[in-house]
């Protein structure tokens, strides 16, 4: 099993960035893709962006391309999200999850409590 635990979340300005952190418990971390997801108020959860087990490869939702980063360090356990030229339509909770490479969230078995982006206009 994998535990996980985001940090990093907080309000920032419109145009801003915040890097988040998901630290993984356990040692088999590195067996398994990661994912970041979100969900606004009043909305479905949806997909940001995955990371293979290496990091050698990534993909994002059309709406964070070009803004975030996905990223991970094996040797620390820690999955990241860069997120820079924020917008207030990503004001969101931002959720870790392992499990297989892809956009569906079924594709997740383990998922973290979540951390707050407030983006301010």
């Known amino acids: 099993q994998v535990q996980l635990v985001e940090s990093g979340g907080g309000l920032v300005h419109a145009g801003g960035s915040l890097r988040l952190s998901c630290a993984a418990s356990?040692?088999?971390?590195?067996?398994?893709?990661m994912g970041w997801f979100r969900q606004a108020p009043g909305k479905e959860r949806e997909f940001v962006a995955t990371?293979?087990?290496?990091?050698?490869?990534?993909y994002y939702a059309d709406s964070v391309k070009g803004r975030f980063t996905i990223s991970r360090d094996n040797s620390k356990n820690t999955l990241y999200l860069q997120m820079n030229s924020l917008k207030p339509e990503d004001t969101a909770v931002y959720s870790c999850?392992?499990?297989?490479?892809?956009?569906?969230?079924?594709?997740?078995?383990?998922w973290g409590q979540g951390t707050p982006v407030t983006v301010s206009s």
């Open positions: 999850a392992a499990g297989r490479y892809g956009r569906s969230e079924t594709n997740y078995a383990y």
């Open positions: 356990g040692r088999t971390f590195s067996r398994y893709a």
């Open positions: 990371i293979i087990w290496s990091g050698g490869t990534t």
